[in-house]
């Protein structure tokens, strides 16, 4: 049975199958490195495509988003100084900011959120109004004095929903958490 083993051309015939074999092997073993490295070649460039796609995407929004941050900026300014100032003269200015602003420019850029905080504050401006006007017609008493405190505390409660509603809004826009919630600026 040994010498039927070793027999030249049994051995000559396992030779060529395994051969055979291994030809099969080394050709399927090729085709799957073929396709696996395809595959990763289609994924890395579908990833680059979307990156190049991202920077497209930001690239065209930055003229909106830097004009959204700066008339969000003079929006809460303008809020600001018309809810802290004691100066006439600083909260004219700054009121008359807040309504160009309120009538047009800051309409192409808020979010609902923004815009709401924006009516929220318009809607307090006229009691303050009509209250200095009354108080630069007469000598302010202490009773008014009392109210316009009161307005002012009021107003500044409606600047500073105005300030977190831009923030938010920008932090939505941006795409940034840091907008936010600035302590957590490193997170992303």
């Not at 004691?86 to 979010?111: C, H, M, P």
């Not at 500073?160 to 840091?178: K, Q, V």
Request: proline share 3%; with cysteine; aromatic share 8%.
């Amino acid at each position: 049975m040994c010498k039927l083993i070793f027999d030249g051309t049994h051995f000559d015939n396992v030779f060529k199958v395994l051969s055979a074999l291994g030809a099969i092997a080394t050709f399927l073993w090729t085709v799957y490195v073929w396709r696996d490295k395809s595959r990763k070649e289609l994924a890395a460039t579908a990833l680059e495509a979307e990156r190049a796609s991202l920077t497209r995407r930001i690239e065209a929004t930055k003229p909106f988003l830097e004009r959204q941050l700066q008339l969000y900026t003079a929006a809460t300014q303008a809020a600001a100084i018309i809810a802290t100032s004691y100066d006439q003269n600083e909260i004219q200015s700054a009121t008359k900011r807040f309504w160009q602003l309120f009538s047009g420019e800051l309409a192409l850029v808020e979010n609902p959120e923004v815009a709401s905080a924006m009516q929220n504050f318009r809607r307090a401006l006229p009691a303050l109004e009509d209250r200095n006007q009354s108080q630069s017609d007469n000598v302010p008493s202490q009773d008014t004095n009392e109210n316009s405190e009161m307005d002012k505390e009021g107003l500044r409660q409606l600047s500073l929903n105005l300030a977190a509603a831009c923030r938010t809004s920008l932090a939505r826009s941006w795409g940034i958490r840091a907008w936010a919630s600035p302590d957590k600026a490193d997170e992303d």
